[in-house]
């Protein structure tokens, strides 16, 4: 990003509370005062209230995107950023950084072009990747979404964005290799949006043309990173706000834009390129950005939405002209160029630039697609070879908009007094309005509306105000100067004049003009400037164009002034080059004489080294002779200690025999006292315990007293209850022995359903090969009706649902029947009829079990022998509420057994349909389950009354899956 187009991002979770300058009002002269006031307050010593308003008044400043973009552009940004990188840090010694200032110095390099970092500078690079690495491997308990540690991270990314100097320096670090790892690894450990995105910023400035690159940045990656830029991007919660006062908006809008530029840096390379070509989220991305380029969309959302066509426009002619496809009418989209905020207009005129660049046919057909709704009825009317200007229609008030902004920029620039500042944002938006007139005017119908808009006289004063202002600036500013504004200018008034269709009048006046020595200088100037060669493309072509169309006895005149203006400029230019070689002589010279004095001092510092050396050796000669008396005097006093030592150490070691003595005594009397004293406290503490001991037996005796009595009564009731089912049991025993006269009377039954088993059982083996054939196709069946395998499934759900609301409405019935006195007679009755039923069911598993030593296959007939008791079991219906309690505490298998006898009478209405399925899956899963299905079938054929006692019993074997 240039620093005419600095990104409108701050730092998103800044601590500054300084109020914003209105950048509406803000000049470069007051910028650059601002900033060597700052210098000269840190460099003079002044007091610290002074740094500190001054320091208050840069960082005050640099929340204006015009502040920041006029200290870019001025000669003071160097030392600006010097001063605050120094300021950075506590002391010399520390690597410890000032997040206010790191904030500041991201303001500052943000957007900016910075080359090989100075030494300040490098110091804060090299801090930013020793912090962000010890914070992300050493620093594990912290949070990576911390505000110092983003600020790091996307101060060192915005430094990396555009800077070859800064990434070959951050390259040679020691730390490089630790950087590039850690950062790969934070992209696996952290799931936010900024964090991911300054990361794969640094990763893609640093390592992205290497094999490592390659590896980290793989398609999915790739695929995954647009995505993410995607969802940030077009995100359409953005603030609405038109200032960055918000700190969320400031947060949103650089997050935004760093987005973009990840995907340029990503986009450097081919193999990504292709990937972002192809992508559908990216497409969508573009499409949801040429929606925003409108008037009325918010300034912050469309100074993104330019950013992101301008970069993508860059990308690649493919991407280009896919968006030239879909971009919309330029009655609705060319007047951003037009925007009240300068800074949103000089935006919008590069995306434009750039977009339409020298494609003439991408003009054309931008043009056809905005005036289209008017061309069918040119269409008809073709008799003029000239382009109508009602097919220009929707775009006229553009254009005379556009029109009408250059001539009042040149009328301001000519009027002005003194120097005028060819920075301002009136200044860069005239030229680029210049630059994309050249490119509309290509079109036919365009060039028509566009002719008698210009004004030969305002080029001529404003190539006048722009020579004077050239021809007073030094030598060394001459050379560096390009006036940019006349050039383009000139060029747009070329592009519209020397046309096929202008008439000869109009055309010697063009000449006229051209022929004077201040247009001359500005086309020489043209030709020789330094600074970019499109400048000296576009002169070049406009006089291949002027050449082209003029007449002979114009060239002559036009060509002489020129050649005239040249040989001067030339003549400048070789006056710049003679006094930088006088200057670099007398350096030469200069650093001549400074290697003789140099040569002299040596000579004298090398005689001042003999000197020291000899007067060293003197002085270590007298201190050997020190250092022997010395040691004479020392041992006279060590033999003198000594003595006075041993004198002191016989009275120490007598008065430690009396110490020790007296130690002893008051020793043993302390031992005495301390061991009545725990005696003391151990009986106090025996006391408590005992004391607590008996309340906890008071305590534990009340409560058995309690449970005494409870258990009295419990026993009492259960007499009383037992008694009650004694009785019961001797009435059911009744009528169990009437039920074994109708069991005696069906044992004749039984014995000719035993002789079907045996037959059934020989065609039993015949149906199992059959069935092993069928088996395969009722696997594809199954798989056929998995669907309804499923439905089968919901219906289960759905019959347990309704079995427990059935127990619930049961339960209910029950408590109603209890307000009686007379229901609960009945109840009780009913308690002794299911005790007595559960002797009777025990003795028929007794029976069951006896019939399965003779085959499986009795459980069928079993089933035949309860479905003549129909009548039974609807009585035991009526009573099976409470059955499924008292089970529990009998048998599992009964329960299992009754339970499942009841749900397969629910389910025999609602599973008729899938009734032969089952069947036909259960035989090949289950043998019974086959000899079950079989023995249905035979009673099928037999009669109704076979047909029925299916219904009666299930096997368990059948519904165990």
């Known amino acids: 990003m240039s620093a005419?187009?600095?990104?409108?991002?701050?730092?998103?979770?800044?601590?500054?509370?300084?109020?914003?300058?209105?950048?509406?009002?803000?000049?470069?002269?007051e910028v650059v005062s601002t900033a060597q006031a700052f210098i000269q307050a840190v460099h003079d010593g002044s007091k610290q209230v002074v740094k500190n308003n001054t320091l208050a008044d840069l960082k005050a400043g640099c929340r204006s995107m015009q502040f920041v973009a006029h200290l870019q552009s001025a000669p003071v940004y160097?030392?600006?950023?010097?001063?605050?990188?120094?300021?950075?840090?506590?002391?010399?010694?520390?690597?410890?950084?000032?997040?206010?200032?790191?904030?500041?110095?991201?303001?500052?390099?943000?957007?900016?072009?910075?080359?090989?970092?100075?030494?300040?500078?490098?110091?804060?690079?090299?801090?930013?990747?020793?912090?962000?690495?010890?914070?992300?491997?050493?620093?594990?308990?912290?949070?990576?979404?911390?505000?110092?540690?983003l600020l790091h991270l996307q101060t060192l990314s915005a430094s990396l964005h555009g800077n070859i100097g800064v990434r070959l320096y951050v390259s040679e670090l020691p730390e490089r290799k630790e950087l590039v790892r850690t950062l790969a690894l934070l992209l696996n450990r952290t799931e936010d949006v900024g964090v991911l995105i300054f990361t794969m910023s640094i990763l893609a400035r640093l390592v992205l043309h290497e094999p490592v690159g390659r590896k980290l940045f793989q398609p999915k990656n790739v695929e995954h990173a647009l995505e993410l830029v995607a969802s940030v991007v077009g995100d359409k919660d953005t603030s609405t706000l038109l200032s960055m006062d918000n700190t969320s908006t400031r947060e949103r809008v650089h997050l935004q834009l760093a987005s973009i530029d990840l995907v340029v840096d990503l986009a450097s390379q081919p193999w990504v390129l292709a990937i972002v070509e192809g992508s559908d989220d990216f497409a969508h991305l573009v499409q949801t950005m040429l929606g925003r380029v409108h008037m009325n969309e918010t300034a912050l959302r469309l100074q993104v939405a330019l950013h992101f066509l301008q970069a993508v426009s860059q990308l690649s002619h493919r991407l280009r002209k896919e968006m030239g496809r879909t971009f919309p009418p330029l009655s609705r989209a060319l007047p951003v160029v037009l925007h009240p905020m300068p800074l949103v207009a000089i935006v919008a005129a590069k995306f434009y630039v750039s977009f339409l660049s020298e494609d003439k046919a991408m003009v054309e057909a931008q043009i056809s697609r905005t005036c289209s709704s008017v061309a069918q009825d040119e269409a008809n009317n073709s008799?003029?070879?000239?382009?109508?200007?009602?097919?220009?229609?929707?775009?006229?008030?553009?254009?005379?908009?556009?029109?009408?902004?250059?001539?009042?920029?040149?009328?301001?620039?000519v009027r002005r007094d003194g120097q005028f500042d060819d920075c301002a944002d009136e200044y860069d938006h005239a030229v680029l309005i210049c630059q994309l007139l050249v490119r509309l005017s290509s079109d036919a119908r365009v060039w028509t509306l566009s002719l008698p808009l210009v004004n030969l006289s305002q080029m001529v004063g404003l190539t006048q105000r722009e020579v004077q202002f050239m021809n007073a600036l030094p030598p060394e500013d001459f050379i560096r100067y390009t006036p940019r504004f006349a050039l383009a200018f000139m060029t747009l008034v070329g592009t519209l004049m020397l046309h096929d269709d202008v008439?000869?009048?109009?055309?010697?006046?063009?000449?006229?003009?051209?022929?004077?020595?201040?247009?001359?200088?500005?086309l020489s100037r043209g030709l020789c400037q330094s600074e970019d060669k499109q400048w000296t493309l576009d002169v070049l072509t406009f006089l291949r164009r002027f050449l082209s169309q003029s007449k002979s006895f114009h060239e002559r005149a036009s060509l002489l002034t020129l050649a005239d203006t040249l040989f001067t400029t030339n003549h400048k230019v070789q006056e710049v080059v003679a006094m930088w070689s006088t200057r670099l002589s007398q350096s030469d010279t200069a650093l001549h004489m400074a290697q003789k004095q140099t040569e002299m001092l040596r000579k004298e510092l090398e005689l001042v080294k003999t000197n020291a050396a000899d007067e060293r050796l003197q002085l270590h000669t007298e201190a050997a002779r020190l250092q022997k008396e010395l040691d004479v005097q020392k041992s006279t006093h060590v033999q003198v200690l000594e003595a006075v030592t041993a004198k002191c150490e016989g009275q120490l070691g007598h008065l430690k025999a009396q110490c020790d003595g007296l130690y002893a005594q008051v020793q043993e009397k302390t031992v005495a006292v301390e061991k009545k004293q725990r005696q003391l406290q151990e009986s106090r503490v025996h006391r408590c315990t005992l004391e607590e001991e008996n309340n906890g037996l008071k305590r534990k005796l009340l409560v058995l007293e309690m449970r005494i009595d409870e258990v009295a009564e419990a026993q009492a009731t259960a007499r009383h209850e037992a008694d009650a089912i004694e009785r019961d049991k001797q009435r059911i025993q009744t009528e169990l022995e009437t039920l074994s006269e109708a069991y005696a009377e069906q044992g004749?039954?039984?014995?000719?359903?035993?002789?079907?088993?045996?037959?059934?059982?020989?065609?039993?083996?015949?149906?199992?090969?059959?069935?092993?054939?069928?088996?395969?196709?009722?696997?594809?069946?199954?798989?056929?009706?998995?669907?309804?395998?499923?439905?089968?499934?919901?219906?289960?759900d759905e019959r347990d649902h309704a079995t427990r609301d059935l127990r619930e409405a049961r339960v209910a019935i029950d408590g109603l029947h209890a307000q009686a006195a007379d229901q609960d007679t009945r109840i009780h009755t009913h308690k002794e009829h299911i005790a007595e039923l559960e002797g009777v069911v025990r003795r028929g598993e007794l029976s069951l079990q006896e019939e399965k030593t003779q085959g499986h296959v009795l459980r069928n007939d079993l089933e035949t022998l309860r479905h003549h008791h129909v009548n039974l079991q609807n009585d035991l219906a009526a009573r099976d509420t409470r059955v499924f309690d008292l089970q529990r505490l009998h048998?599992?298998?009964?329960?299992?057994?009754?339970?499942?006898?009841?749900?397969?009478?629910?389910?025999?209405?609602?599973?008729?349909?899938?009734?032969?399925?089952?069947?036909?899956?259960?035989?090949?899963?289950?043998?019974?389950?086959?000899?079950?299905?079989?023995?249905?079938?035979?009673?099928?054929?037999?009669?109704?009354?076979?047909?029925?006692?299916?219904h009666g019993f299930v096997p368990e074997t059948q519904f165990s899956e």
């Open 748 to 796: 004749g039954e039984l014995l000719a359903a035993q002789d079907m088993c045996h037959t059934f059982k020989r065609s039993l083996h015949e149906q199992e090969e059959k069935a092993e054939l069928a088996y395969k196709q009722l696997v594809l069946l199954s798989k056929a009706h998995q669907m309804q395998s499923e439905e089968l499934v919901r219906t289960t």
């Open 78 to 149: 160097t030392p600006v950023l010097d001063t605050v990188c120094t300021q950075c840090f506590g002391g010399e010694a520390t690597m410890d950084m000032k997040d206010d200032m790191v904030a500041l110095v991201y303001d500052l390099v943000r957007g900016a072009p910075i080359g090989y970092p100075s030494p300040p500078l490098a110091k804060v690079l090299s801090a930013l990747v020793h912090t962000v690495v010890r914070e992300i491997v050493h620093d594990e308990n912290t949070e990576l979404e911390d505000l110092s540690f």
């Open 503 to 522: 008439d000869d009048n109009q055309l010697r006046e063009f000449n006229h003009v051209l022929t004077q020595p201040d247009v001359a200088s500005l």
């Open 4 to 29: 005419g187009s600095a990104s409108p991002g701050d730092h998103p979770r800044s601590r500054r509370q300084h109020a914003k300058p209105n950048s509406m009002d803000l000049s470069r002269n």
């Open 891 to 950: 048998d599992a298998t009964q329960k299992a057994l009754a339970q499942r006898d009841m749900e397969v009478q629910r389910l025999k209405t609602e599973l008729k349909k899938y009734a032969k399925i089952q069947a036909m899956i259960h035989q090949l899963s289950d043998g019974a389950a086959l000899t079950t299905t079989s023995l249905s079938q035979q009673s099928n054929g037999g009669g109704g009354s076979s047909q029925e006692s299916n």
């Open 383 to 413: 008799s003029s070879n000239q382009p109508s200007e009602k097919l220009i229609a929707p775009l006229q008030p553009v254009l005379i908009g556009l029109f009408r902004t250059l001539h009042s920029t040149i009328t301001l620039l």
